[in-house]
């Protein structure tokens, strides 16, 4: 009797135990990193639910967290740009965290290059160039896909080699991630620039990724993340962090040519979100 009233009083406790939430802490952290931290927290405290959030020292491909999330260890959370094999194998919590804008895209170059890109005006012309994505990065294909040369390498040597004006030419990112890191690190790279007429767009999602082995978090997650929605939370931060804000103002600010991308690798399950969930533009 007493070895039951045990078991039953440890399953209780665990049953209450909080969400212990392990996310990657890559060094040094991006721009960008303090955004995702604070819509985490966010969705966690709308949860209901106790939680502790342990940054893990990590500086991995995100193929690699791929594989650290399949086992749960050293973490079961990240951040990442989907694809129909991630949505798959791991837990999605379907609420694009940047509400599209990651499928907009703005070109990191060298700006000695500037000239050249001023020519392009056409998917065909930017062909011709060499562009450069993180090893495992789920928009590579899509990327390829329309026809773009694109290389893969390790993200912290990637503004180095263009920097130095070798092996690729451009880098495509959405122009929270530009415009945010150019401005922490432009001092270490004082040749770079956000070249100033082109954007790219294909209907992409940045997700919240949950190891299957941690299914709690990932209900608590999708539960949190509405709540935001709907008490008007997650829009007050979206809009009012200064990355995000700062960005948007520089890219309305000026007249693009946008260059349109099909991702046929989007899922259904995205596709079908509601409009609100995305911003002006972005709506696959």
């Known amino acids: 009797m007493y070895r039951l009233l045990l078991l039953l009083a440890l399953f209780s406790l665990s049953a209450r135990a909080g969400l212990v939430v392990n996310i990657p802490q890559p060094e040094p952290a991006p721009p960008h990193h303090d955004y995702y931290r604070q819509v985490l927290q966010l969705a ?70 500037q000239t050249e890109f001023a020519q392009v005006d056409s998917l065909a012309a930017l062909a011709a160039f060499t562009g450069v994505q993180g090893i495992g990065w789920s928009d590579i294909d899509i990327l390829r896909g329309a026809g773009l040369n694109i290389s893969a390498a390790r993200r912290a040597s990637i503004l180095d080699m263009l920097n130095r004006n070798q092996h690729v030419d451009y880098y495509p990112r959405s122009p929270v991630e530009a415009f945010g890191e150019l401005t922490a690190r432009g001092r270490d790279y004082p040749q770079l620039m956000v070249e100033s007429r082109l954007l790219l767009h294909y209907p992409f999602a940045v997700y919240f990724f949950v190891s299957p082995e941690a299914p709690r978090l990932a209900e608590a997650l999708t539960r949190g993340l509405e709540q935001a929605y709907a008490d008007g939370s997650f829009l007050a931060l979206f809009e009012g962090h200064p990355l995000i804000r700062d960005s948007l103002r520089q890219l309305q600010a000026e007249r693009r040519l946008r260059l349109e991308l099909a991702n046929p690798d989007l899922t259904e399950a995205s596709r079908r979100l509601p409009d609100h969930y995305w911003h002006p533009g972005t709506r696959p």
């Not at 594989?67 to 990240?78: D, H, K, S, V, Y």
Request: hydrophobic share 40%; proline share 6%; net charge positive.
């Open 44 to 113: 966690l405290e709308k949860s209901g639910e106790a939680f502790t959030i342990n940054p893990v020292a990590l500086n991995e491909t995100q193929h690699r967290q791929a594989q650290m999330l399949l086992r749960g260890e050293p973490i079961n959370l990240a951040w990442m740009g989907t694809s129909s094999e991630y949505e798959q194998k791991l837990l999605p919590v379907r609420v694009p965290l940047l509400r599209g804008l990651s499928g907009l895209r703005v070109l990191i170059i060298n700006q000695a290059r």
